[in-house]
């Protein structure tokens, strides 16, 4: 089964029929919030609000090991995760939408592991390529069957927040090979791949980052907002589409 984490603009999903909520408890605590199973064209999907459904979760403090250990749990194998990012590339704009292939890690004190006891044997996963290739396929085709614009590839740079960041910590980003820039996509990728889970990013472009472009004077965050609404409704359209194209038996690493 499908699971879709939802980030910021991304709370609920129109176009899903939920069936039922199901609040999952995990070994690792509790998820953002209640599982929202339902429908998108027939599918069945799970839906998970990665900030909690009234978005009161920081980034830094969301568990990201129970959301996916719940997903996971619930039967879900592959997962799309929406995340808003701010854009570093010049050929990245607000209002895009951007598959990254890569990623640059820069939090911290987050927990990043299911290994944390002695009872299994310290294992170092491949993470030579961070998202599965199979759910990207997957995506690209879904903006190609759906006439969506997207662009396919880029480094994610995952910063800690919840503050954004300074215009020389974006120049150093720049220089280490980073496109954009988010707070929540690591450890979320990494613990996908420890649960073996197909997973995926879609990066929606809602600013300049610090010091460029529109941003050169500063963040607006009142300019987020109207476009946060847009590039959702473009959200909604692409996974409808990936539910229709059912990507199922496509994952493998
Ligand atoms: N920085 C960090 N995270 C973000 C940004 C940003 O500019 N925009 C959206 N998420």
């Known amino acids: ?25 995990t070994p690792y605590g509790e998820p953002s919030g209640a599982l929202t199973f339902g429908h998108i064209c027939d599918q069945e999907v799970v839906f998970l609000a990665r900030h909690g459904y009234g ?5 830094h403090a969301v568990n990201y090991r129970a959301n996916l250990w719940a997903l996971k749990e619930h039967g879900v194998d592959r997962v799309v995760s929406v995340a808003t990012v701010g854009c570093i590339h010049a050929e990245l704009l607000p209002g895009m939408l951007v598959i990254p292939d890569q990623i640059v890690d820069y939090t911290h004190g987050r927990a990043a592991t299911y290994f944390v006891d002695n009872s299994k044997p310290v294992t170092h996963l491949d993470f030579t390529y961070p998202y ?6 997957a995506l690209l085709q879904a ?11 880029g480094v994610y740079g995952a910063v800690q927040g919840p503050r954004l960041e300074t215009a020389a910590e974006i120049n150093r980003m720049e220089r280490d090979g980073v496109d954009m820039v988010g707070m929540t996509g690591m450890p979320e990728a990494y613990l996908a791949r420890e649960l073996e889970l197909c997973y995926a990013a879609v990066g929606a ?11 050169a004077d500063g963040i607006q965050m009142e300019e987020i907002q109207p476009l946060l609404g847009e590039v ?20 493998t690493f």
């Open 1 to 25: 089964m499908l699971g879709i984490i939802g980030g910021t603009g991304l709370t609920q999903l129109a176009n899903l029929e939920i069936t039922h909520r199901k609040v999952a408890r």
């Open 55 to 59: 978005h009161t979760i920081p980034p």
């Open 132 to 137: 599965c290739k199979a759910m990207r396929a």
């Open 143 to 153: 903006a190609a069957s759906s006439g969506i614009k997207l662009r396919d590839g």
């Open 205 to 215: 472009v809602v600013n300049h980052a610090a010091g460029r472009g529109r941003s």
């Open 232 to 251: 959702m409704l473009q959200v909604r359209h692409l996974l409808e589409q990936l539910v229709t194209n059912d990507a199922s038996g496509l994952c």
